[in-house]
């Protein structure tokens, strides 16, 4: 049982390259978030997902676009990198039942740095 | 502004003791806390929870504290393990935003020496 995977592991940019970043789930959850980890930060949340075909922002959306095109899928782009976006990203998923809170199931990262 | 915050970057306990690992919130709104432990170079897993409505929760070794008027958590740990040495975040959410998002803390780093 998989999870939450997240493509690719590491990736090196050189600023003003583009890239998309893939998280996969396969635990039907409705839910999925886009964070990012910097030192002294913690996890800044930067886009989210309560269903397929729909997104919003979180608290750090500038530069970043999102599409959840398939219910298991949640896409994470940089249209434009700069040196600021240099960060680890963790995807998250949760199952939304109504009235049960539920804990976020997170991957492993993809760590990011841009030259 | 640091809704949720772990003013120790960093705790070492002996193996055996106890570890306590504290959080302080600011939003009044928040009624459901978790904790999540990273290890390097994985994902953060949900450890425990707890909601308003209660003032501890209990799994095993880990106790979660809510002291509500003072905003504060804690999440102790007995007996303290070496594979309990990682990173713990506390997160906070409030049942109204709907899309249970949480605001996390910027972890402790806890170590625990055998």
């Known amino acids: 049982n998989a999870g939450v995977t997240q493509t690719p592991k590491f990736r090196v940019l050189k600023t003003g390259q583009s890239m998309t970043l893939l998280c996969a789930q396969d635990m039907n959850h409705e839910y999925m978030y886009w964070y990012r980890q910097d030192p002294g930060m913690g996890l800044r949340l930067i886009h989210y997902s309560v269903g397929e075909g729909t997104t919003a922002k979180g608290e750090v959306p500038d530069g970043y676009n999102v599409s959840r095109l398939k219910k298991q899928n949640f896409l994470l782009g940089l249209e434009s990198a700069a040196p600021s976006q240099t960060s680890v990203y963790f995807c998250?998923?949760?199952?939304?039942?109504?009235?049960?809170?539920?804990?976020?199931?997170f991957g492993d990262g993809t760590r990011l740095s841009i030259l | 502004d640091q809704q949720v915050k772990q003013n120790s970057p960093s705790l070492s306990v002996q193996e055996g003791r106890i570890s306590i690992l504290n959080c302080d919130y600011t939003?009044?709104?928040?009624?459901?806390f978790l904790w999540y432990k990273k290890y390097p170079a994985e994902g953060p897993t949900f450890l425990i929870s707890i909601s308003s409505i209660k003032d501890k929760n209990e799994d095993g070794r880990f106790t979660v504290f809510l002291n509500k008027s003072a905003k504060h958590l804690s999440l102790h740990i007995v007996p303290s393990q070496p594979g309990d040495s990682a990173v713990y975040f506390c997160a906070a959410s409030r049942s109204t935003s709907g899309t249970y998002k949480y605001i996390f803390g910027t972890g402790t780093r806890l170590k625990v020496l055998a």
């Open positions: 939003n009044s709104m928040f009624d459901y």
């Open positions: 998250a998923s949760s199952y939304p039942r109504t009235g049960v809170r539920q804990p976020q199931h």
